[in-house]
């Protein structure tokens, strides 16, 4: 069984950082693309970032450029999003999931909720 | 960026009864490699989302028969030939073959 465990989210003020994991499990996680999907209180399913399987290519939404980095240790079967320079609009629900491909997000973790706040 | 629009925006439904939500996109969302990147999304109140459809017509791992999408180029479909009470909640269509894009999603209720 294919298992996505969050964990990292909380409550930060704006400007500052956070790193979010994710632990996979149940699956080749070297084999997959691996997406960040965020959702926003009350609102729908953003795409934030991918990394391909070997960490060799990323892509990132414009609004999280130069600010978002995600990473991967295959040896830890993880996938990471460092955070930093939060904004108030970067306030949401991030989910980890697997790309099957072509953004086919066969698997979803349980998301992790990122508050940015004074 | 490609735009999914979705309707209704929200959906009241009879159980036992048929239900139908639109996607259209503002491209062809057919691949240069013949394929066509339309997937459909359920999220449940309080959980995270579930894949139901991929690539317009497949179903995914598990999802019962009576989930079914269809569709090509621009207009797809996901429909659900008789409502359960577990099938509450907002459906996402998203789109892969371009820099990916979710629809505004498609809130179904019980009457």
């Known amino acids: 069984e294919v298992l996505l465990v969050e964990s990292g989210g909380g409550l930060v003020q704006p400007g500052g950082s956070l790193r979010l994991s994710c632990a996979a499990s149940?699956?080749?996680?070297?084999?997959?693309?691996m997406t960040w999907v965020r959702q926003a209180p009350g609102k729908g399913l953003e795409w934030v970032t991918n990394?391909?399987?070997?960490?060799?290519?990323?892509s990132y939404i414009d609004s999280v450029k130069g600010r978002f980095t995600i990473s991967r240790d295959n040896a830890k079967n993880s996938v990471y999003l460092q955070m930093n320079s939060l904004r108030v609009e970067d306030t949401a629900v991030y989910y980890c999931t697997t790309d099957v491909g072509y953004q086919d997000y066969a698997d979803w973790g349980q998301g992790t909720l990122v508050t940015v706040s004074s | 960026d490609v735009v999914l629009t979705q309707s209704p925006l929200s959906l009241p439904v009879t159980l036992g009864q048929a239900a139908s939500i639109s996607c259209r996109s503002s491209q062809s969302l057919v691949h240069s490699n013949g394929n066509t990147y339309l997937h459909w999304f359920h999220q449940r109140p309080g959980q995270s989302p579930r894949r139901l459809i991929y690539?317009?017509?497949k179903r995914g791992s598990g999802v019962p028969d009576r989930f079914s999408g269809s569709g090509s180029g621009t207009d797809f479909t996901l429909k659900i030939s008789r409502v359960e009470a577990e099938d509450v909640g907002v459906y996402y269509c998203?789109?892969?073959?371009?820099?990916?894009?979710f629809g505004g999603g498609t809130k179904v209720e019980i009457k």
């Open positions: 990394i391909k399987e070997d960490g060799s290519d990323r």
């Open positions: 998203n789109q892969g073959t371009h820099w990916p894009t």
């Open positions: 149940g699956f080749t996680f070297s084999n997959y693309w």
């Open positions: 690539q317009v017509s």
